[in-house]
């Protein structure tokens, strides 16, 4: 009786809530999960060039890093109403918001990443008859992933709290949950979504971090003899 009442009573937990609106918190996870993802994958393609490009010359850093922090100084609201007569009411709004807020953190990561890699590494590879693609795709991206992991994991989680700002415009995920709650400040309903957007965010995390331990296995060895190396000079000393 008790757990039922929880609905009537306003409670912050309640189960009785999970329950009956168990089909309305999957879909808007779902939702909320497709708009990040799709704004994470189109911000590195779009990022990745602008990376190259301001690593190409100084004369584009300054133009490509200047103008994305300038986007995401922008407020969401007047993002959203600058792009709101291309897009309409649409998730390609929102979508297109996240994306311009995620190249900030990208493309410094990726330009960071590829400016670290070791000139003698470049300069091995070229010795061997690389070419410019080819160094870059085998030499340089490989080098700079961990960097590169890092930024997309940033935006990811940066994404996975953005998105809720959606909301207004009816594409917000687990926002609009949080939206509809408020006017009558329905507890359970704003609790609910709002520890679904951190769990989202936390797994999202560990799930970037095996994959980058997957596509990075030499640093896991370098940290192994690092260790090695620490342990025998203790001991010999």
């Not at 918190?25 to 708009?35: F, G, P």
């Not at 620490?230 to 000393?237: N, R």
């Amino acid at each position: 009786m008790a757990a039922q009442n929880c609905l009537v009573t306003n409670d912050w937990i309640c189960g009785e809530y999970l329950r009956s609106r168990s089909q309305e918190l999957t879909d808007a996870t779902v939702q909320h999960i497709w708009i990040t993802a799709v704004s994470v994958a189109i911000g590195v393609a779009v990022a990745f060039p602008l990376a190259l490009l301001a690593r190409r010359s100084r004369r584009f850093a300054g133009p490509v890093l200047g103008l994305t922090t300038v986007l995401y100084t922008v407020p969401s609201l007047a993002m959203f109403s600058l792009l709101l007569p291309l897009f309409g009411l649409s998730a390609a709004l929102v979508v297109t918001g996240l994306v311009l807020y995620s190249l900030t953190i990208l493309v410094r990561n990726i330009l960071a990443g590829l400016e670290a890699v070791p000139e003698e590494a470049k300069e091995a590879a070229r010795g061997l008859g690389y070419g410019p693609a080819r160094l870059l795709w085998e030499v340089e991206l490989p080098l700079a992933m961990p960097a590169l992991m890092a930024g997309i994991r940033i935006a990811t989680v940066s994404t996975i709290a953005l998105t809720t700002i959606g909301s207004i415009v009816g594409r917000g995920g687990l926002g609009n949950l949080i939206d509809d709650a408020l006017p009558s400040f329905f507890k359970a309903q704003v609790l609910a979504a709002s520890v679904l957007c951190v769990l989202l965010a936390v797994v999202a995390d560990l799930l970037l971090l095996c994959v980058q331990r997957l596509l990075t296995p030499w640093t896991r060895i370098s940290k192994s003899h690092g260790a090695v190396d620490t342990a025998g000079t203790a001991k010999a000393v």
